[in-house]
């Protein structure tokens, strides 16, 4: 079993999420939860590649 969290970088997840603030909070909580019991949590992150928002490097790219 592992959790898979996509694409929680800050250009797709912001303030203007709705329920933004509730959102993170539950993440986190699944991150935690899942750590704690052993489970493997796995990163997934858009990349636009050379030129956009969401290339490496970039603001919006990080989580």
């Known amino acids: 079993m592992v959790l898979l969290i996509v694409d929680t970088q800050k250009?797709?997840?912001n303030e203007k999420l709705y329920n933004f603030e509730q959102f993170v909070k539950n993440v986190k909580?699944?991150?935690k939860a899942a750590r704690?019991?052993?489970v493997e949590?796995?990163?997934v992150r858009h990349?636009?590649?050379k030129d956009g928002?969401?290339?490496k490097g970039k603001d919006?790219?990080?989580k």
């Open 11 to 13: 250009m797709i997840v």
């Open 29 to 31: 909580a699944l991150i």
């Open 36 to 38: 704690e019991n052993s």
């Open 41 to 43: 949590v796995i990163y």
């Open 47 to 49: 990349d636009n590649g």
């Open 53 to 55: 928002e969401l290339t």
């Open 60 to 62: 919006g790219f990080k």
